[in-house]
């Protein structure tokens, strides 16, 4: 498998390379990014470590790469300044992101490969790539289930469950500030999710595994 990270000279993207290299589980990890330097230094940090790590190869390059990358993943944007919220980086890193997309269009993608946003806001831009790019949500949940015989969205829901599993039993924390360290919005989606899983509620479930 080929990934391409857009922004690949930033704090995000070089980490994620760093994480697929530790995690070895792609061939090859290339390093885009406005700032050719860094993002030539970043893939030569990594290479130095390859021999030892994985059988990887890993380098700085251009929009040429997409067409033959499975992935490629967008972390290339503004940080959020301390006052910013995620919505307000909206006006300075929509333009930005648009010719991110434009180069990628005139590049071509491969078929089926797929596109990961990570810039933000997430959401918007997400969306915004998969109207631009022609992608849609059936197709990256195809790939997804492909992948790990599921849809993301039942992988998250069984992922928070067994967390709020491990709190319960763990810990004397209450039910709201669980649902906030896993992640549901509201305490009545925990409730309704848990007794879907697990047949009762969250309260009866730490009361049988706590004794
Ligand atoms: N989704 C999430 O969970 C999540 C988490 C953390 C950060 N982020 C977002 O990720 C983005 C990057 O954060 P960071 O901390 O790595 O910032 P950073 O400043 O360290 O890196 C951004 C990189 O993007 C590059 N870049 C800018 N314009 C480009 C362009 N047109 N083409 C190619 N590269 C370009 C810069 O040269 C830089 O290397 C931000 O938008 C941040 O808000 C998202």
């Not at 797929?114 to 831009?125: A, F, G, I, M, R």
């Not at 059936?138 to 067994?162: K, N, T, V």
Request: glycine share 10%; hydrophobic share 40%; with cysteine.
């Amino acid at each position: 498998m080929k990934v391409t990270i857009i922004g690949g000279a930033g704090l995000v993207g070089s980490c994620a390379a760093f994480a697929l290299q530790l995690g070895r589980v792609v061939r090859q990890i290339v390093l885009l990014d406005a700032n050719t330097d860094g993002a030539a230094g970043q893939a030569l940090d990594l290479w130095h470590g390859a021999s030892a790590v994985a059988d990887q190869v890993i380098l700085s390059g251009g929009y040429d790469h997409v067409p033959t990358s499975d992935l490629v993943c967008i972390t290339a944007g503004l940080r959020r300044k301390p006052d910013e919220s995620r919505l307000d980086l909206i006006n300075r890193n929509v333009e930005l992101f648009l010719n991110i997309l434009g180069e990628m269009q005139r590049a071509g993608l491969k078929q089926d490969g797929l596109v990961l946003v990570v810039s933000n806001p997430v959401d918007v831009l997400t969306y915004l790539a998969a109207q631009r790019l022609g992608l849609s949500v059936r197709h990256c949940q195809r790939a997804y289930r492909a992948e790990r015989g599921q849809s993301p969205g039942r992988f998250l829901q069984h992922f928070r469950i067994s967390k709020v599993k491990k709190l319960l039993a763990e810990t004397d924390e209450d039910l709201a500030a669980i649902a906030r360290a896993v992640g549901f919005g509201h305490l009545s989606s925990l409730r309704a999710c848990f007794r879907r899983h697990e047949g009762c509620s969250p309260a009866d479930w730490r009361r049988r595994h706590r004794g």
